[in-house]
Structures are given as C-alpha cells and as structure tokens.
C-alpha cells in the first residue's frame, strides 16, 4: 500500500507538488486503512491528505544540508538494478519503473 512513499527531499529537481501530495495519499491510506474511504469519511480524508501535505511541504522547505543533491536517473537505475537483484531481470518486463507516472 505504501509504494509511492519516496525519499523526496534532496533530489535535483526538487519534488513536485504532485510528488507530495501522492506521499500524502498513501500515508493517509496506510494509517486509515482505506485505500478509498467511505461517503461519510470522505471529507476528513481529504482533509487529512491536505494537512499532510502542506506538512511535508514545509518539512521540504526547511530542510538542510550539505550533500549535494541526488539526480533523480541516477535513484532510478540503482532501484532497476535492486530490484532485478532481488526479483531477477524478468521482473523488470511486468514491473513499472519507479518514478515513473502513475
């Protein structure tokens, strides 16, 4: 349930707003339990989404560091090259790419 949740700070670029707020959504989803919740939750979820969101933009603004910034390809051909460790070079056919759009 979890997946999407990344590492977004310190990435060159920067993580989006859309990066953000699907962080948010699977953490809300995982600390729920609901993947989509019912009528009568749906509006506190959603708050729940925000507000987490806007935490983590902040949480990213503030943050610092010395290290310089990570690329992106990089991150992701190290997770390919993980992953076909872990589930073997076949799986990468069926599997998308991390990063890649949802």
């Not at 990435?11 to 707003?17: H, I, L, M, Q, R």
């Amino acid at each position: 349930m979890c997946r999407n949740i990344r590492p977004l700070y310190n990435f060159e670029p920067p993580a989006t707003d859309e990066e953000i707020r699907s962080a948010s959504l699977q953490y809300v989803r995982k600390i729920s339990g609901f993947t989509k919740p019912s009528k009568a939750n749906e509006a506190a979820f959603e708050a729940a989404v925000e507000q987490v969101a806007e935490a983590a933009h902040a949480l990213l603004a503030t943050l610092v560091t010395q290290a310089p910034p990570r690329s992106r390809e990089v991150e992701i051909a190290k997770a390919r090259i993980k992953n076909a460790q872990r589930f073997g070079d076949g799986a990468q056919a069926s599997r998308p790419a991390q990063g890649a759009a949802k």
